[in-house]
Protein backbone atom coordinates (compact mmCIF):
# COMPACT_ATOMS: atom_id res chain seq x y z
CA UNK A 1 0.00 0.00 0.00
CA UNK A 2 1.23 3.06 -0.92
CA UNK A 3 2.17 5.51 1.58
CA UNK A 4 2.49 9.83 1.76
CA UNK A 5 4.99 11.31 4.28
CA UNK A 6 4.39 14.63 5.69
CA UNK A 7 5.91 15.74 8.54
CA UNK A 8 3.48 15.61 11.63
CA UNK A 9 3.82 19.05 13.12
CA UNK A 10 5.50 22.46 12.27
CA UNK A 11 6.45 25.81 14.03
CA UNK A 12 6.82 29.08 12.58
CA UNK A 13 7.20 33.03 14.09
CA UNK A 14 4.63 35.58 12.38
CA UNK A 15 6.77 37.05 9.02
CA UNK A 16 8.71 33.62 8.49
CA UNK A 17 9.44 31.08 6.19
CA UNK A 18 8.70 27.69 6.38
CA UNK A 19 8.38 24.62 4.06
CA UNK A 20 6.37 21.71 4.45
CA UNK A 21 7.53 18.13 2.01
CA UNK A 22 5.43 15.74 1.16
CA UNK A 23 7.29 12.04 0.42
CA UNK A 24 6.25 9.18 -1.80
CA UNK A 25 6.97 5.36 -0.65
CA UNK A 26 7.48 4.52 -4.20
CA UNK A 27 10.44 6.53 -4.36
CA UNK A 28 10.94 10.21 -5.85
CA UNK A 29 7.88 12.56 -6.74
CA UNK A 30 8.18 13.77 -9.70
CA UNK A 31 5.66 16.60 -11.96
CA UNK A 32 3.55 12.85 -13.16
CA UNK A 33 2.63 12.81 -9.53
CA UNK A 34 0.22 16.22 -9.90
CA UNK A 35 1.08 16.98 -6.57
CA UNK A 36 -1.64 18.86 -5.12
CA UNK A 37 -1.68 21.24 -1.64
CA UNK A 38 -4.77 21.68 0.30
CA UNK A 39 -5.35 23.71 3.64
CA UNK A 40 -8.07 22.67 6.25
CA UNK A 41 -8.83 24.80 9.28
CA UNK A 42 -10.59 23.73 12.43
CA UNK A 43 -14.29 23.05 11.61
CA UNK A 44 -13.70 23.95 7.96
CA UNK A 45 -13.96 22.07 5.25
CA UNK A 46 -10.66 21.25 3.18
CA UNK A 47 -9.82 24.20 0.89
CA UNK A 48 -6.86 23.63 -2.30
CA UNK A 49 -4.08 25.94 -2.56
CA UNK A 50 -1.54 24.29 -4.82
CA UNK A 51 -1.94 21.95 -7.82
CA UNK A 52 0.02 20.44 -10.65
CA UNK A 53 3.54 20.99 -8.19
CA UNK A 54 3.68 24.46 -8.50
CA UNK A 55 0.13 26.25 -9.38
CA UNK A 56 -1.65 28.86 -7.58
CA UNK A 57 -5.50 28.99 -7.94
CA UNK A 58 -7.03 31.93 -7.99
CA UNK A 59 -7.44 32.22 -4.37
CA UNK A 60 -4.38 31.22 -3.46
CA UNK A 61 -1.83 34.00 -1.97
CA UNK A 62 1.49 34.72 -3.47
CA UNK A 63 3.12 33.78 -0.03
CA UNK A 64 2.12 29.89 -0.88
CA UNK A 65 4.73 28.84 -3.23
CA UNK A 66 4.97 24.93 -4.21
CA UNK A 67 7.92 23.02 -6.03
CA UNK A 68 10.12 20.03 -6.03
CA UNK A 69 12.91 19.51 -3.67
CA UNK A 70 15.27 16.30 -3.04
CA UNK A 71 12.80 13.81 -4.25
CA UNK A 72 9.88 15.62 -2.67
CA UNK A 73 6.95 17.89 -3.43
CA UNK A 74 7.27 21.16 -1.00
CA UNK A 75 4.80 23.65 -0.16
CA UNK A 76 6.68 27.11 0.88
CA UNK A 77 5.13 29.73 3.12
CA UNK A 78 6.96 33.15 2.80
CA UNK A 79 6.10 36.12 5.25
CA UNK A 80 3.64 33.45 7.27
CA UNK A 81 0.71 35.32 8.61
CA UNK A 82 -1.31 33.99 11.57
CA UNK A 83 -4.03 32.57 9.83
CA UNK A 84 -1.86 30.63 8.17
CA UNK A 85 -2.20 28.46 11.17
CA UNK A 86 -4.13 25.16 9.90
CA UNK A 87 -3.20 21.46 9.03
CA UNK A 88 -1.82 21.01 5.27
CA UNK A 89 -2.00 17.68 3.28
CA UNK A 90 -0.65 16.91 -0.08
CA UNK A 91 -1.99 14.98 -2.31
CA UNK A 92 -0.58 12.43 -5.32
CA UNK A 93 -1.35 10.84 -8.20
CA UNK A 94 -0.72 7.08 -8.73
CA UNK A 95 -1.78 6.36 -12.59
CA UNK A 96 -5.95 5.73 -11.77
CA UNK A 97 -5.46 6.73 -7.90
CA UNK A 98 -5.38 9.27 -5.43
CA UNK A 99 -3.13 9.00 -2.26
CA UNK A 100 -3.07 11.65 0.75
CA UNK A 101 -0.47 12.72 3.04
CA UNK A 102 -1.02 12.01 7.10
CA UNK A 103 -1.07 16.03 6.84
CA UNK A 104 1.11 18.84 8.80
CA UNK A 105 -0.31 20.68 11.38
CA UNK A 106 0.89 24.12 11.35
CA UNK A 107 1.46 26.56 14.34
CA UNK A 108 2.22 29.84 14.02
CA UNK A 109 3.91 31.25 17.18
CA UNK B 1 -19.10 30.16 -9.48
CA UNK B 2 -18.62 26.67 -9.40
CA UNK B 3 -20.36 25.16 -5.96
CA UNK B 4 -20.53 21.83 -4.83
CA UNK B 5 -23.71 21.88 -2.25
CA UNK B 6 -23.74 18.71 -0.04
CA UNK B 7 -26.67 17.46 1.55
CA UNK B 8 -27.04 17.79 5.41
CA UNK B 9 -26.54 15.74 8.69
CA UNK B 10 -27.18 12.82 9.21
CA UNK B 11 -27.88 10.26 12.21
CA UNK B 12 -28.47 6.68 11.92
CA UNK B 13 -28.36 3.26 13.38
CA UNK B 14 -25.72 0.00 12.56
CA UNK B 15 -27.04 -1.51 9.39
CA UNK B 16 -29.15 1.14 7.81
CA UNK B 17 -28.80 2.45 4.48
CA UNK B 18 -27.76 5.87 3.58
CA UNK B 19 -27.23 7.97 0.37
CA UNK B 20 -25.30 11.20 0.60
CA UNK B 21 -25.19 13.95 -1.86
CA UNK B 22 -23.02 16.44 -3.80
CA UNK B 23 -24.95 18.62 -6.18
CA UNK B 24 -22.60 20.80 -8.46
CA UNK B 25 -23.44 23.72 -10.20
CA UNK B 26 -21.34 26.69 -12.49
CA UNK B 27 -19.82 24.33 -14.42
CA UNK B 28 -20.43 21.52 -16.63
CA UNK B 29 -21.13 18.57 -14.49
CA UNK B 30 -20.26 16.23 -17.40
CA UNK B 31 -16.63 17.13 -17.82
CA UNK B 32 -15.06 16.99 -14.49
CA UNK B 33 -15.23 14.06 -11.91
CA UNK B 34 -16.56 14.35 -8.24
CA UNK B 35 -14.25 12.59 -6.00
CA UNK B 36 -15.39 11.81 -2.38
CA UNK B 37 -12.92 12.44 0.91
CA UNK B 38 -13.77 10.64 4.38
CA UNK B 39 -12.29 12.39 7.78
CA UNK B 40 -13.16 10.56 10.83
CA UNK B 41 -12.99 12.29 13.89
CA UNK B 42 -9.76 13.71 14.98
CA UNK B 43 -8.22 12.41 11.97
CA UNK B 44 -6.88 12.85 8.31
CA UNK B 45 -8.41 12.98 4.73
CA UNK B 46 -8.48 9.94 3.04
CA UNK B 47 -9.36 9.18 -0.71
CA UNK B 48 -12.05 7.17 -1.08
CA UNK B 49 -13.29 7.37 -4.57
CA UNK B 50 -13.83 9.44 -7.85
CA UNK B 51 -16.77 9.41 -10.56
CA UNK B 52 -16.61 10.49 -14.20
CA UNK B 53 -20.21 11.45 -14.41
CA UNK B 54 -20.30 11.99 -18.01
CA UNK B 55 -19.95 8.09 -18.50
CA UNK B 56 -19.46 7.04 -14.73
CA UNK B 57 -16.60 5.62 -15.05
CA UNK B 58 -16.12 5.20 -11.25
CA UNK B 59 -12.96 4.37 -9.40
CA UNK B 60 -12.54 2.70 -5.98
CA UNK B 61 -9.74 3.15 -3.43
CA UNK B 62 -9.40 -0.58 -2.84
CA UNK B 63 -9.63 0.25 0.91
CA UNK B 64 -13.39 0.91 0.13
CA UNK B 65 -14.07 -0.95 -2.95
CA UNK B 66 -17.14 -2.79 -1.27
CA UNK B 67 -18.13 -1.11 1.30
CA UNK B 68 -19.14 1.96 -0.52
CA UNK B 69 -21.13 2.75 -3.59
CA UNK B 70 -20.50 5.94 -5.71
CA UNK B 71 -22.69 7.15 -8.70
CA UNK B 72 -23.73 10.34 -10.37
CA UNK B 73 -26.96 11.12 -12.26
CA UNK B 74 -26.07 13.80 -14.66
CA UNK B 75 -29.75 15.14 -15.23
CA UNK B 76 -29.69 16.52 -11.65
CA UNK B 77 -25.41 17.41 -11.80
CA UNK B 78 -25.74 15.08 -8.06
CA UNK B 79 -22.84 12.96 -7.50
CA UNK B 80 -23.93 10.14 -4.33
CA UNK B 81 -22.15 7.80 -1.47
CA UNK B 82 -24.25 4.57 -0.61
CA UNK B 83 -23.93 2.64 2.04
CA UNK B 84 -26.12 -0.88 1.91
CA UNK B 85 -25.35 -1.77 5.97
CA UNK B 86 -23.45 1.44 8.03
CA UNK B 87 -21.03 0.22 10.73
CA UNK B 88 -20.30 2.75 13.78
CA UNK B 89 -17.05 2.95 12.41
CA UNK B 90 -18.64 5.10 9.05
CA UNK B 91 -18.67 7.72 11.34
CA UNK B 92 -17.15 10.58 10.16
CA UNK B 93 -17.53 13.67 7.77
CA UNK B 94 -17.63 13.13 4.40
CA UNK B 95 -16.58 15.65 1.54
CA UNK B 96 -17.28 15.47 -2.46
CA UNK B 97 -14.74 17.35 -4.14
CA UNK B 98 -14.45 18.67 -8.15
CA UNK B 99 -10.87 16.93 -9.87
CA UNK B 100 -10.32 18.01 -13.20
CA UNK B 101 -7.89 16.75 -16.22
CA UNK B 102 -6.51 18.82 -18.68
CA UNK B 103 -3.85 20.59 -20.63
CA UNK B 104 -1.61 17.10 -18.57
CA UNK B 105 -2.33 17.69 -15.32
CA UNK B 106 -5.22 16.62 -12.76
CA UNK B 107 -6.07 18.51 -9.78
CA UNK B 108 -8.50 19.31 -7.51
CA UNK B 109 -10.28 22.77 -6.98
CA UNK B 110 -13.59 23.30 -5.27
CA UNK B 111 -14.73 21.63 -2.02
CA UNK B 112 -18.50 20.67 -0.52
CA UNK B 113 -19.01 21.53 2.36
CA UNK B 114 -19.22 18.54 4.04
CA UNK B 115 -21.71 15.87 5.62
CA UNK B 116 -21.43 14.95 8.86
CA UNK B 117 -22.69 11.11 8.96
CA UNK B 118 -23.07 9.59 12.69
CA UNK B 119 -23.68 5.86 12.96
CA UNK B 120 -24.75 5.12 16.59
CA UNK B 121 -26.82 2.55 18.31
Not at chain 1, 33 to 45: D, E, S
Not at chain 1, 48 to 67: E, M, V
Not at chain 2, 39 to 49: A, C, R, S
Amino acid sequence: QTVVAQEPSLTVSPGGTVTLTCASSTGAVTGGYYPNWIQQKPGQAPRALIYGTNLRHSWTPARFSGSLLGGKAALTLSGVQPEDEAKYYCLLYYAGAWVFGGGTELTVL
Amino acid sequence: EVQLVQSGAEVKKPGESLTISCKGSGYSFTTSWIGWVRQMPGKGLEWMGIIYPGDSDTRYNPSFQGLVTISADKSITTAFLQWSSLKASDTAMYYCARVISAAGIRWLDSWGQGTLVTVSS
